[in-house]
C-alpha cells in the first residue's frame, strides 16, 4: 500500500506544502559532484586505459584494452536478425514513426538580397559527430535509442557513437538492435561519467563527438554538466516526471496505472494528480492500493509515490491549469472531455497528452514525438529533443559596396560610443571605398 499525500488549494497550508513537494530531493549531491570530477580528470589524463579500469569496477566487465569494449557492428544486425516478429515488427513501427514525425522539425537554409545587393541569410548545417549515451541500469531502454539517434540521421549528422553499459559483461539484445534500426555507426560498452568523458574528449579507441544526448543516473547527468563547454549537451536531465489534470470521467484505473508508468522508473520520479473532485480521488487512491501488489517493480512505484506523489484537490480546472503552469512537468496528461479547449492555456510541460486515450505510455514508444524531455520545471524554458538539436544555425552576411557604406556610420556610431576605435575605422574605410561617392 502507497498513500499518497494529500493537498488541496483551499488549505491555509497549501502554499508551504505545495513548495516543499516541489522541493524534494532538489540539489546537486557533493559526494557525486566530486566523484564524477574525479573520473573526468582521470579519463582526459589516462585515456582507455580508465575506461578499462573503471568499466571492470563499476560494470564487472573484464577487458583486456579498450578496443575490446567495442561492439562489432555485425552483431547489431544479428540482434535484430534474432528478435521474434513481434518485436523486430515493434521496432521498425516506432522508428517509422519517429522518423516521420522528426521530419517535420527539419529546418532549411534561407536568405534574401536587399535592394543594393546585400545578403543576408543564415545557413543550417548537421553536427559532424554525435555520442548518445544509453542506459542499462535498472532497465534495458531500446526506445532511448530510437528517440536519441533518430532525429539526429534525420537532422543529417555524419556520424553517430552509441555508449551502453554492459553489466558482467552482457548487452541487451533489443538495444543493439534498436542501435541497427536506427542507424549507429559505433557503440561501446562503456557507462557512467566515464562513457561521458570519453566521448568528450575522445580516447585513442572512442572518437570525440560534438554533442552528447540521451538518459541517466545522477552520475551521468553530473558529467554531462560538468564537460558543457568542453562539448554540447542535450540537458541535465532529472528523473521522470507525470503530472494528471484529471476530472472524474476516466476510469480510476487507467489514472493509477499512469502513475505507475513513471514511478516505476526509479524511487526518485515524481507523480501528482489535480482534480477538482475529492471523492474521486478517493478512488484513484483505492484504485493505486488494489493494483500495486500485482506490479513487478512495486517497490521501487511504492517509494516514489510516498517521497514525491500526490494528489492535490483543486477548486476547478481552471485552478488546475494554472498549478500546471506553476509545476511545468515533463509529461502533462489532460484527462478530461475536452482537452484541446485546455492546450491553448498550457504554457509550461515537456509534451501534452490529450484525452483519457492518449496516456504517456504511448509518448515513450511509438506516438512520433520525442521522449526526451525537460524535467525539474525546466519546461519554462527548454523543449523536447528534436532535429533542431542536431543542427547549427550560422548567420550570414554579404554586403555589396553601397550596402557597406550604408550600414558603416550607422556602426561608427555605435563602435565609437563603446570605445571601439578599430571598429568603427573598419567601418570607415568600407565607407571609403564605395563606388558611388
Known sequence: ??????????????????????????????????????????????????????????DGLEAADARALQVEHSRLSAAFDALDGSQRDALTFAADRIRAYHQHQCQETWSYREPDGTLLGQQITALDRVGVYVPGGKAAYPSSVLMNVIPARVAGVGEVIMTVPARDGELN??????????????????????????????????????????????YVAEAKRQLFGVVGIDMVAGPSEILVLCDAGTPADWIAMDLFSQAEHDE??????????????????????????????????AEALASRGAMIQVRDLDEGVALCNRIAPEHLELCVDEPEQLLPRIRHAGAVFLGRHTPEVLGDYCAGPNHVLPTAGTARFSSPLGVYDFQKRTSVIGCSASGAARLAPTAVVLARGEGLTA??????LRAQDDPGN
Open 1 to 58: 500500500m502507497s498513500q499518497l499525500r494529500r493537498l488541496a488549494t483551499d488549505d491555509g497550508d497549501f502554499e508551504d506544502r505545495f513548495s516543499a513537494l516541489l522541493a524534494a530531493h532538489e540539489g546537486r549531491d557533493a559526494d557525486v559532484e566530486k566523484a564524477v570530477g574525479d573520473i573526468i580528470e582521470d579519463v582526459r589524463a589516462r585515456g582507455d586505459a580508465a575506461l578499462v579500469e573503471y568499466t571492470r569496477r563499476f
Open 173 to 218: 539484445d533489443l538495444v543493439l538492435a534498436a542501435a541497427h534500426v536506427a542507424g549507429v555507426d559505433m557503440v561501446f560498452s562503456i557507462g557512467g561519467a566515464q562513457a561521458v568523458a570519453a566521448l568528450a574528449f575522445g580516447t585513442a579507441s572512442v572518437p570525440a563527438v560534438d554533442k552528447i544526448v540521451g538518459p541517466g543516473n545522477a
Open 268 to 301: 526518485q520520479a515524481r507523480a501528482i494528480v489535480l482534480c477538482p473532485d475529492g471523492a474521486y480521488m478517493d478512488v484513484v487512491q483505492a484504485a493505486i492500493n488494489r493494483l500495486l501488489p500485482d506490479m513487478e517493480r512495486r517497490d521501487i512505484i
Open 423 to 428: 571598429h568603427a575605422r573598419s567601418a570607415e
